[in-house]
């Protein structure tokens, strides 16, 4: 697993298994609570089914970021370009698509997310990928201006009624921010 990022000797970061799931369930559902209770509707307020992070799980797509207490973070990274936000037109195939980013509120932060980022763009790059990219929620102008600070460019806003999330980002596959932002 390619991964030039500098992370504490305390991190372990590994593909999720079987075992990762109640941990990485838990993590999400803490974002999304704390996401809720700062009016942010990115996604479902009492956190993801297993039935909908089994399969990442089961793909090899599900990372988590172990600190040696349990997960630390928490991301999947695969080439699924969801189809009502990214078209022919994107050339989907040119990038990797980050997900289920989650850090736990005890690395708020701390740079992990950042971490994390720079990971799945080297990532991107060494499988030959020109893209790392993302959405999030069209309402969380905070969290885009983040994405924006770490070098991701806004490509557009769907809107669609049936979607919280919708506002595309992406980033030169192997562009990195860590080294000037982590702060473990």
């Known amino acids: 697993m390619p991964s030039h990022i500098m992370l504490p000797a305390k991190f372990t970061l590994r593909r999720a298994a079987h075992g990762d799931l109640p941990s990485v369930l838990a993590l999400l559902a803490d974002a999304a609570k704390w996401l ?11 956190g993801f089914p297993a039935s909908r992070i089994e399969p990442l ?30 078209g022919r037109a994107d050339r989907p195939d040119s990038a990797r698509y980050v997900h289920k980013l989650a850090v736990s509120r005890a690395y708020a932060g701390k740079g992990l997310g950042e971490a994390l980022l720079d990971w799945a763009g080297l ?31 806004h490509v557009r806003t769907v809107d669609l009624a049936h979607r919280a999330s919708g506002a595309l980002f992406e980033r030169q596959a192997g562009a ?4 000037a932002r982590t702060r473990y």
Not at 123 to 132: F, H, N, S
């Open 36 to 46: 809720d209770s700062q009016g942010v509707r990115q996604w479902p307020a009492q």
């Open 57 to 86: 799980i089961d793909a090899g797509v599900m990372y988590v970021l172990d600190d040696g207490a349990g997960t630390a973070a928490t991301v999947a990274l695969d080439g699924h370009a969801d189809p009502e936000f990214w």
């Open 123 to 153: 990532r991107a790059a060494a499988e030959g990928r020109r893209w790392l990219r993302l959405d999030c929620s069209k309402d969380n102008l905070r969290l885009q201006r983040y994405y924006a600070e770490l070098g991701f460019r």
């Open 176 to 179: 990195t921010v860590t080294s």
